[in-house]
Every structure is written in structure tokens, then in C-alpha cells.
Nanobody, 123 residues
Framework: QVQLVESGGGLVQAGGSLRLSCATS????????MGWYRQAPGQQRELVAA???????VYADSVKGRFTISRDNAKNTVYLQMNSLKPEDTGVYYC?????????????????WGQGTQVTVSS
């Protein structure tokens, strides 16, 4: 069973920053693309950012220039640095690991998921 352990969510005022972390096993981390998805109340889960094993990155248009995804191969951890947060960034953020060597399926709801961490941005 794939285990993805998320941390770093919380409550922040608009304009503030948070950093999410997701740790997993070495085997999972080294062989899978990693990503962050979010689900706002009443909405479908959507891609925020994803990073391939080789370092290719995609971002949702709504977070470009504000969020940064990165992976630390020594710690088997993927991070999401979120700056200039807005109330519309509020939601449950999920870490994802997926077998996607071509890095083309990052919009699909596939792979393994973490338990989710709540991010709330107040106005």
C-alpha cells in the first residue's frame, strides 16, 4: 500500500504563505511523478501542480507565479510552496503519486492519494 504523509496546511490571511510537504517511501518517490491537487467545497478535485521524476513541472494557470513545486530526492519528499495566497486557494490539498513516465496524465484522477490537508485563506 502506498503511503503518502502530508503536512503543512493551516489557516492564513490573504497574501500570506504556506508550505506543504508530502513524504513517501524511496521506492514510490523515485519511480513516480508527484503532484498536488486540491478540492474546494462543492467542486471537483483539480490539479494544482505536478512534477515528474525528471523534474518536468506543470502548474494550474490559477497558481502560476505564486506556487512552486519541488522534490527533494534525498528526503523522498515533495513540497508545495504557496505564496500570495488568495481566498480562492482554500480547499483540501491532496498529495498524489502516479506511474506516468510520459508525464501526460497529470489531469487524470489516477494513482495513490494522501489523506489531504486543509488550507484556509481568510480575506
Amino acid at each position: 500500500q502506498v503511503q503518502l504523509v502530508e503536512s503543512g496546511g493551516g489557516l492564513v490571511q490573504a497574501g500570506g504563505s504556506l508550505r506543504l510537504s508530502c513524504a513517501t517511501s524511496r521506492n514510490i518517490f523515485s519511480n513516480n511523478a508527484m503532484g498536488w491537487y486540491r478540492q474546494a467545497p462543492g467542486q471537483q478535485r483539480e490539479l494544482v501542480a505536478a512534477i515528474s521524476t525528471g523534474g518536468r513541472i506543470v502548474y494550474a494557470d490559477s497558481v502560476k507565479g505564486r506556487f512552486t513545486i519541488s522534490r527533494d530526492n534525498a528526503k523522498n519528499t515533495v513540497y508545495l510552496q504557496m505564496n500570495s495566497l488568495k481566498p480562492e486557494d482554500t480547499g483540501v490539498y491532496y498529495c498524489n503519486a502516479r506511474w506516468d513516465p510520459a508525464f501526460t496524465k497529470w489531469k487524470s484522477q489516477i494513482g495513490s492519494w494522501g489523506q489531504g490537508t486543509q488550507v484556509t485563506v481568510s480575506s
